[in-house]
């Protein structure tokens, strides 16, 4: 007998095929269920409309990235590899996943959602780098790494190289010039003891590798 998460899973790669094969509004969750060999009113409780299904993927997207633990390397290159963390999965849902991102201009409602989603996902990306998401600075750096993420999605959706490596290269551009904003509003929690320093505090973004460059 299948789990819940099984069952979600199984309606989601179901949904994603469909949507990849015949477009995210042709998609349907009953259809998705019905190929997914799952009773329609268990799809009803699981994903009650179709973008409770975006929102599940983003949250297998986050938890994806987040198995990396932040151990005070360069943020810079733990943002980076968070990421790609998450490109590297929405990879496996590529087709299905544009054709709903293409949606979002004609749908308000679901790109409001999915905007909310996405600034919620880079404050837990912001807070496992250690990095301060309170008051007006905390937010400015949410919308910073939401920028980042926004302007990069956009290349990786036009990205058709098997590595992804477009995608790699603009974001490490991206970041590279992100760092020369940061000591404006990228604030390193105070809680971390000494050994959990990062060695370079002072700059939170700036990368040794990418300085090599």
């Not at 998609?27 to 799809?43: C, F, L, N, W, Y």
């Not at 989603?117 to 750096?141: D, F, P, V, Y």
Request: glycine share 4%; aromatic share 10%.
């Amino acid at each position: 007998m299948m789990n819940n998460e099984e069952i979600n899973l199984k309606i989601l790669n179901s949904a994603m095929n469909i949507a990849a094969e015949q477009g995210w509004n042709q998609m349907s969750i009953v259809e998705a269920a019905r190929q997914a060999d799952i009773p329609t009113h268990t799809a009803r409780q699981r994903f009650p409309c179709k973008s409770s299904l975006l929102l599940y993927l983003n949250r297998l997207a986050d938890e994806s990235a987040l198995e990396q633990a932040y151990h005070g390397q360069v943020v810079a290159d733990y943002l980076f590899d968070l990421f790609m963390s998450r490109f590297d999965f929405f990879q496996d849902y590529r087709k299905g996943f544009i054709s709903a991102l293409h949606n979002l201009p004609f749908n308000p409602a679901l790109a409001v959602i999915m905007g909310v989603a996405t600034q919620n996902s880079m404050k837990w990306i912001a807070e496992s780098a250690q990095i301060k998401t309170n008051g007006i600075r905390g937010l400015a750096c949410i919308k910073g790494l939401t920028g980042i993420w926004a302007l990069n999605m956009r290349v990786w959706i036009k990205d058709d190289t098997a590595d992804l490596s477009q995608t790699m290269a603009s974001l490490d551009q991206t970041i590279k010039k992100a760092g020369k904003f940061a000591p404006y509003f990228a604030i390193k929690n105070d809680h971390l003891t000494p050994e959990n320093q990062p060695e370079h505090q002072d700059e939170p973004f700036i990368s040794e590798k990418n300085e090599e460059k």
